[in-house]
């Protein structure tokens, strides 16, 4: 496939001089804490009836700069009002702060969203995916208001699936849950690889960091 791989973070001991030349083991960064680091950057988003302010679809979005968040199109009342071909009366909000959707790709089924909020925005990784490398997906599956974190394994990168209407993206064993659309995926490191999409039975799918940094220097 042309992938590279990546070394993620040494899962066994390294070592430094300790006092009196003790060889003290230094430990890898759990995923636990990588987890803990990426929860503080991503957003419940909702589309909500303006009318009674009831919770209409649940998303996820993740910090990419200040009050700027990155989510999939299809959370966005803009995406939905196109497919359907109708105006949507939803009004956008993030961790129940009124949002405004400012880019829509429905296309790359990607968007960005401002909202009066400053989180620690995550940061892209520069190689692709391995094969069958773990990486991880975050959001707020089933609606909950606390994330859900899924482990996934790259089967493809940047595969053209041939399915009309979704662009080219990395498949994972291992699905997604509704409600994640829109948040990181990540690796070892706590880097962002990709975004959540689409999930199914056993396979996720997400656009890779290339075409999320297509989306956002058009």
């Known amino acids: 496939m042309g992938c590279s791989a990546h070394n993620p973070p040494r899962l066994s001991p390294s070592f430094h001089d300790g006092p009196e030349d003790i060889r003290v083991p230094v430990q890898a960064e759990s995923i636990s804490s990588v987890t803990d680091r990426v929860k ?5 988003i909702t589309g909500n ?4 302010n009831r919770e209409l679809y649940i998303c996820t979005g993740e910090s990419i700069a200040p009050r700027k968040f990155l989510t999939a199109a299809h959370c966005v009342p803009e995406h939905l009002a196109n497919s359907l071909g109708e105006e949507v009366q939803y009004q956008l909000e993030a961790n ?3 949002a405004l959707a400012v880019k829509v790709d429905v296309a790359k089924d990607l968007a960005i969203v401002i909202v009066d909020l400053d ?12 094969f069958m ?4 997906g ?10 859900l974190i899924t482990n996934n ?3 493809k990168h940047d595969s053209n699936l041939e399915v009309e209407g979704i662009w080219p993206g990395n498949v994972f064993m291992g699905a997604f849950i509704g409600g994640m659309s829109g948040g990181p995926i990540f690796d070892a490191a706590g880097l962002q690889v990709g975004v959540v999409q689409r999930g199914g039975q056993y396979i996720g799918y997400g656009v890779s960091v290339k075409t999320i940094r297509e989306f956002l220097e058009e």
């Open 49 to 52: 009836d303006p009318a009674t």
């Open 96 to 98: 129940g702060i009124r």
């Open 153 to 155: 394994f790259l089967l």
């Open 133 to 136: 490398e773990l990486v991880h």
């Open 40 to 44: 503080k950057s991503i957003v419940r």
């Open 138 to 147: 975050i959001g707020f599956g089933h609606g909950l208001h606390f994330p």
């Open 119 to 130: 989180k620690p925005a995550m940061t892209f990784r520069d190689e692709p995916i391995g």
